[in-house]
């Protein structure tokens, strides 16, 4: 028992799920300020929609960044909270160029890409581990975002 941590899962396998986790935290919190950004900043025909629409996903990040830190502090470790260090840590980057509707799509859609690509990592990670808590939170947040990326896609076309 000296090897499982206080939920009963495997101590070591928890450090290496936190520290993916705390990478995963750092993407979405430069999307998430990505995302203010296009919406403060958006300009054009289609100000209105997409303004909303940037909106609703921030807002949406907001609650998963909260979820993903409790997750890290549920197994037992701490979350990251320096920009510094997101900005270090993330494959997402800080968009340049916030203005332009169309461009912003294509970001969101290139930054929902990286943050599903590890998330799938961390669904391995994870059901290696017996953690089904992880599990589900990646298995819905991949559900829900396949989903965006068709119809923000979709849009584009």
């Known amino acids: 028992m000296a090897t499982l941590n206080s939920i009963g899962l ?3 396998k928890s450090k ?6 705390n990478e995963l935290l750092a993407d979405y919190s430069i999307f998430y300020q990505n995302l203010r950004g296009y919406h403060w900043n958006i300009k054009g025909d289609k100000f209105f929609e997409l303004h909303d629409k ?3 996903l921030y807002e949406n990040l907001f609650i998963k960044i909260d979820e993903i830190a409790e997750r890290i502090r549920t197994l ?12 270090k840590d993330a494959d997402v980057k800080e ?6 509707g169309i461009q912003d799509v294509k970001d969101t859609l290139e930054s929902l890409k990286i943050i599903i690509i590890l998330q799938r990592e961390l669904l391995d990670l994870s059901a290696d581990a017996d953690d089904e808590g992880t ?7 991949i559900r829900e975002q396949e989903k965006l990326v068709w119809m923000y896609s979709a849009y584009l076309k």
Do not use: R
């Open 135 to 141: 599990n589900a939170l990646m298995s819905d947040y």
């Open 76 to 87: 037992g470790h701490t979350p990251n909270h320096q920009y510094s260090i997101y900005l």
């Open 54 to 56: 940037f909106q609703e």
């Open 95 to 100: 968009s340049i160029e916030v203005s332009d």
């Open 16 to 21: 290496v799920l936190a520290e993916k986790l």
């Open 10 to 12: 495997d101590i070591e």
